[in-house]
């Protein structure tokens, strides 16, 4: 009797996943509906492994990934056609057409297939979580429960189009301090392997004393200039596996813990958390979700663990009947006494969205002060960082040749 790999929703709205045995995929659907869950995706296991790992099956390993601007179009095309008044079904033919990523358009024809038979759009995408987050996931679920999937698309594309913004402009402010970094690293190594070794040797026909800045410098010139091609390989190298560490997830965390100890980049990190808080949460209440299931979703996807925790404890105080703002003020380390206050007004007026809008617009507002503030101070500390090197190099020859020439008067 085959084995079938599942994800379900739970009478109380959380996700689940697991395996079940049954004869067929029918029985392990009756199966799931018995114990009372919504599934979600259903595949015989063995047929599953066969279209994960498979090279050949449908190009999984030659495709490209899908980014955030292919999430941006679908959301936003999508909710453009709806809004035209053609139904979900047509939508997504239409938008089959228009893609070009053989991935996203595998999806659409996907969605399309199971929306023929019976099954929601929300279910296509979770089959594809690799490229969808639970907050994308979980608003098109919402939107297709609460019958306003057309507004809750624009919605979402209006999320991913500021996150995929706010992202940039962090990428954009560290580019410049990375490059000038790489670029005077590079003039370093590249002054102590090739030129230092030739001078040393004129140096040391001197037989004069050399200051103690310039034996250093010298002792680092014999170990790099050993293997000149080895060292620049190395150092290559090493530049490569930084920038992959850090993009992998231990990096990105361990970078955070770094940038963390920082007090400029600390309130950085702290105003993209409540920014992005503020928004998802926002989205997901609009949507019509639930408060607890939307504070769930939103701790998956703030992308700080500090604020993941914060929030899942949050919504364990909901869960036993604790005021939305009570329990925000537990934490006021985390979400500062503004963000208390607007919170509590808002849930006191009924008017939660908007107050939780206004906090999303305030701290998209500081993150861009900030960036600019931590650009106009990383530039020049690095240049004088690297100044301070390449002047120490230039001393170390200096010196022994001023040294040389006072000998001669």
């Known amino acids: 009797m085959p084995f079938f790999i599942y994800k379900a929703l739970n009478s109380a709205g959380g996700e689940t996943q697991g395996e079940i045995q049954a004869d067929n995929k029918k029985t392990a659907i009756d199966y799931l509906k ?23 099956s449908n190009f ?10 292919d999430r941006i179009f679908l ?12 139904n979900l079904r047509e939508a997504l033919e239409v938008l089959q057409e228009d893609v070009q990523k053989p991935i996203l358009k595998k999806i659409l024809i996907d969605a399309k297939k199971n929306l023929e038979k019976g099954q929601p759009l929300s279910m ?30 624009e919605n979402l594309g209006e999320q991913l189009q500021r996150d995929y913004e706010l992202r940039k402009k962090v990428q954009s402010a560290m580019i410049y301090p990375a490059i000038l970094m790489f670029a005077s690293s590079l003039i370093i190594v590249l002054l102590l392997t090739f ?31 050993v293997q000149p091609i080895l ?19 231990k990096g990105k965390q361990i ?10 980049s600390r309130e950085l990190i702290k105003r993209l958390a409540l920014a992005r808080f503020s928004r998802t949460f926002l989205n997901l209440l609009k949507s019509g979700m639930p408060a607890l299931e939307a504070i769930k979703i939103t701790a998956q996807t703030v992308g700080n663990k500090n604020y993941e925790d914060a929030l899942l404890s949050i919504a ?82 200096l010196l022994p040749i001023y040294q040389l020439v006072s000998s001669f008067r």
Request: net charge positive; aromatic share 10%.
């Open 195 to 225: 030129v230092m070794p030739r001078l040393t040797k004129a140096l040391l026909q001197t037989k004069v004393k050399l200051p103690a800045i310039t034996r250093f410098f010298i002792g680092v010139s014999d170990i790099l200039s």
């Open 124 to 153: 296509t995408f979770a089959t594809y979580d690799k490229y969808f987050s639970p907050v994308f996931i979980g608003l098109i679920r919402a939107g297709e429960s609460s019958g306003t999937l057309e507004d809750t698309l």
């Open 255 to 264: 970078f955070l813990k770094l940038l963390q100890k920082i007090p400029i």
């Open 75 to 86: 959301t936003r095309h999508l909710a453009a056609i709806l809004k035209s008044g053609i």
């Open 34 to 56: 018995r114990d009372k869950l919504t599934p979600l995706y259903i595949e015989e296991k063995g047929k599953f492994e066969k279209s994960q790992f498979s090279i050949f």
């Open 231 to 249: 060292t620049i390989a190395v150092f290559i190298g090493a530049i490569i596996f930084l920038v992959l560490f850090f993009r992998h997830q």
């Open 60 to 69: 999984t390993i030659f495709e490209r990934g899908i980014n955030a601007t």
């Open 316 to 397: 364990e105080d909901i869960k036993k009947g604790s005021p939305l703002n009570q329990s925000f003020k537990k934490r006021i380390y985390l979400f500062p006494q503004l963000v208390v206050s607007i919170i509590g007004i808002g849930e006191r007026t009924g008017t939660l969205e908007r107050a939780l809008k206004t906090i999303s617009d305030y701290y998209e507002e500081e993150v861009d002060r900030i960036l600019k503030n931590l650009v106009s101070l990383l530039e020049p500390l690095m240049l004088v960082i690297m100044g301070f090197v390449i002047a120490g190099i230039a001393l170390s020859i």
